[in-house]
């Protein structure tokens, strides 16, 4: 029955742990997938959750199913996370925001959704882009364009090609757009750019889509918000926000994230609503309960909440912590070239590395990039960071 079906290639990035997990030599490192790790080379289970968690076992609930749209209380809580509580949007009821299988699930749903609603448009990403942009918008029938992104002679931002290319895309072409963090490269716009970005979009009548899977690991929850912020009070009628937990609350396993659709009106977004549950229905049906009884209970809470913004405070300042330690250590190992590491945020880097070199690392060095010279730098750590400065610097002197 399936001898026809071919192999298909391993995803480039779950695939790669994958390889990594399989590897028996003491002493690897994974810097392929985008997962944050302690000072102990640990995924944390942050401080808040741990208490939430505790508390939610002591009243051992019965699980019953989930609206198909979610918890409402995690609902609520991520609309003002990523809007702002204070959002005139959000007094309009202009927007509706759906749970999520994380936000891979998010931008699926989203897909599916505006598929639907705009059979005719195509979706522009930025080049490059996460990898599972172009696999997800694919599968959802869209055909799927390039927007000029990264400029790899300067290792930063090719500012004046991607309003080009902004600028040449058909009215209702939906645009995928990274809030923060830029994955793969690390590098983002400026709010002056973003200003001029909304502008353009508005303008040209395209529809943004944007993915903040790391709100917080730059800047800070607000500042991360920016281009969510901007879109907000630009008057664009529409746009589309997917967010995931995964990160901020190091919940990767739990799969919590949330679509957030903004609407031109209460009666347009309730409508747009009843698409998205239909959406899901068909798909999963309705989504889980504990990781997202996890996040609604610390956001829902002023301690708590506190308690985790602190936290994913400290996690951002090892982040940028090790970025410079590993600028400052290729320097002193006669790689000066890589200080760009440092102007890059969030958890990747675009090394420059090239496939080959990267090649080299895993198989010489026991230390896995992605083929494109993405590295993971929140997976550094005191422990590991001179071993990886002495490969990267052994592969790029050669
Ligand atoms: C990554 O880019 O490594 C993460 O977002 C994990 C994933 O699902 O690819």
Known sequence: LFASVEMTPGDPILGLTEAYLADTRAGKVNLGVGIYYDEQGRIPLMRAVREVEQALALEAKSRGYLPIDGMPAYDQATQRLVFGAESPLLAAGRVATSQTVGGSGALRVGADLLRKALPEAKVAISSPSWENHRVVFTAAGFEVVDYAYYDPSTHGLDFAGMQADLGKLEPGTVVLLHACCHNPTGVDLTVEQWKQVVALVKDRGLLPFIDMAYQGFDKGIDADAVAVRLFAESGIESFVVANSYSKSFSLYGERVGALSIVGANREETLRVQSLVKRTIRSNYSSPSTHGAALVAGVLNSVELRAMWEAELGEMRERIHAMRAGMVEKLAANGAPQFDFIQRQAGMFSYSGLSKAQVDRL?????????????????????????????????????
């Open 362 to 398: 895993r198989e010489e060095y026991a230390i896995y990039a992605i083929g494109t010279g993405r590295i993971c730098v929140a997976a550094l750590n005191r422990g590991n960071l001179e071993t990886v400065v002495a490969a990267v610097g052994a592969v790029s002197r050669l």
